[in-house]
């Protein structure tokens, strides 16, 4: 099982990223999201498709549907960029992540 | 809830190392803990889960390690281990420990701030 992400994308200082996650059937799947700064570990920013974890702005939230997981940032700011991960089980004992996106906020 | 890895460093192709995950701020025997890892400049790679002893205390692993690292705890030291034997230099990476959540399509919540292991002669 594979997931795909583009390998970039920009925004918009204020205005709204999508980061897209595509995989077969992802729909049925549970997607959770992370991000991860240079240098720093990874954090979690959406878990169960669109729950986020205490500390995270409401600006994002997830969606997931078909093909395509999303990961909506709301009002981008500097701070948001970072590179964006989507994660699911593929099986009881394989866990897949996306390759990756990195966010720019210009 | 804190994380901290330590063990790494510089091994040889086909050695062994063992990584340590001290945690604090909860408590470890209620919690599933996992392994990821990122090699440098690349994606992350989920390495293997433990379940609590409550659970049955088995850990599962990613087909690239299967066979070679084993997972262990010991929730009296509140200490995750990760056992790594017959390293490659595939194997080079930073390797972080997270709490886990979510039984089987859980997600990894709390993450340590890594410790690199680097193979090679």
């Known amino acids: 099982y594979e997931l795909t992400q583009a390998h970039s994308v920009s925004v918009a200082l204020g205005q709204t990223a999508r980061i897209n996650c595509v995989g077969n059937n992802i729909g049925s799947k549970i997607v959770h999201w992370y991000h991860q700064k240079p240098g720093q570990a990874p954090v979690l920013v959406i878990y169960r498709d669109n729950y986020r974890p205490s ?16 990961l909506t940032i709301s009002r981008a700011q500097a701070g948001d960029e970072a590179d964006y ?5 593929a099986s009881t004992t394989a866990v897949v992540f996306g390759g990756g996106t990195k966010l720019t906020v210009l | ?22 945690a604090s701020g909860f408590t470890l025997s209620n919690t599933w803990m996992t392994w ?35 997972i262990s705890r010991d929730d009296s030291k509140n200490t995750l ?4 034997h017959g390293l490659d230099t ?3 990476a930073v390797y ?8 089987d399509d859980g997600w990894f919540d709390t993450w340590g701030q890594g410790i690199l292991v680097t193979v090679s002669s």
């Open chain 2, 36 to 70: 990821v890892r990122q090699a440098p400049g690349k994606g992350l790679e989920w390495v293997g889960r433990i379940k609590t002893k409550r659970d049955g205390g088995t850990a599962d692993y990613a087909a690239p390690v299967k066979g070679r690292f084993s």
């Open chain 1, 85 to 89: 991960y989507c994660q699911v089980w």
């Open chain 2, 96 to 103: 972080y420990c997270t709490t886990y959540y979510g039984d």
């Open chain 2, 81 to 84: 281990y990760l056992q790594m």
């Open chain 2, 1 to 22: 809830v804190h994380l901290v890895e330590s063990g790494g460093g510089l091994v040889q192709p086909g050695g062994s190392l063992r990584l340590s995950c001290a």
């Open chain 2, 90 to 92: 595939e194997d080079t």
């Open chain 1, 55 to 70: 500390g995270i702005p409401e600006r994002f939230s997830g969606s997931s549907s078909g093909n395509t997981a999303t």
